[in-house]
């Protein structure tokens, strides 16, 4: 697509000098979602590029308009069980990635899935499943739709 690739959750890190798990910790959810949202309004402001997002960075409706106003959003679907299992796969995502709840990962992704889902189809400009693809199947589709909708 010829655009730099940003993880919102990799800038955020290296912003606070410390791993989400430890920003959760020292300053919890809100001080984690204060600095996830500073770091979008840059990001935003930088040159065009593609730009992944922690599934939480649609809870704030600040971040949603910064979404809407700043290019197209594709909102990568996927049923709870398979993002359960896409998290407990990933040695990184585990080690880093703070429980939220005090709900087993299954039950936890259920819960914010049901909150989430709304904010992430008001959000987005496409959606597209990924339950049942690699990631070179849903990086071809999101590529192909990009460039049948002139978007990049």
Known sequence: MGREMIDL???VQAH?????REIFQD????????????????????????????GG???RAENR????????????VATAETLANRIAADVATTANRPALT???VLDE???????????????????????????KQVSDEIVRVCRDRSWC
């Open 109 to 135: 992704i259920r819960q914010m899935l049901e909150t989430r889902q709304p904010l992430y189809a008001d959000a987005a400009d496409l959606s597209i499943d990924t339950s049942a693809k690699s990631i």
């Open 102 to 104: 005090s709900l087993g």
């Open 27 to 54: 300053s919890g959810e809100t001080g984690f979602r204060d600095l996830e949202s500073e770091m979008l309004r840059v990001v935003a402001a930088e040159s065009p590029a593609v730009v992944s997002l922690g």
């Open 65 to 76: 308009a910064i979404l809407r106003a700043s290019g197209n959003c594709i909102w990568l």
């Open 9 to 11: 959750d990799a800038r």
């Open 16 to 20: 606070a000098g410390r791993s989400i």
């Open 57 to 59: 960075a649609i809870l």
